[in-house]
Nanobody, 124 residues
């Protein structure tokens, strides 16, 4: 098991940027596939991005491709989500997730470790 703590959320104007961080406990962070998901008000949680243990493979939801970048620093036990050109429809609670795996994973049910979430609000 790994404990995850997100940070970096906040209020930003449309077109702005934010960088989310997710700090993980434990000494085996590099053995985990990491993912970011989000849940907007009244909607189901949806996939945003995922990265494998070595950063050699990443996947993005079509809605964020070209605007968001997922990265990780295994020495710091941290995964990041750089969000640029933010839109009001990006407003959501953003969750970090982890799965003991070597490959990226895009389905919510494939993850068994979750953070508490961080709120991102984009104003128009």
């Amino acid at each position: 098991q790994v404990q995850l703590t997100e940070s970096g959320g906040g209020l930003v104007q449309a077109g702005g940027s934010l960088r989310l961080s997710c700090a993980a406990s434990g000494r085996t962070f590099s053995s985990y596939t990491m993912g970011w998901f989000r849940q907007a008000p009244g909607k189901e949680r949806e996939f945003v991005a995922t990265i494998n243990w070595s950063s050699s493979s990443t996947y993005y939801a079509d809605s964020v491709k070209g605007r968001f970048t997922i990265s990780r620093d295994n020495a710091k036990n941290t995964v990041y989500l750089q969000m640029n050109s933010l839109k009001p429809e990006d407003t959501a609670i953003y969750y970090c997730a982890a799965k003991w795996s070597t490959v990226p994973r895009r389905r919510e049910d494939q993850y068994d470790n979750w953070g508490q979430g961080t709120q991102v609000t984009v104003s128009s």
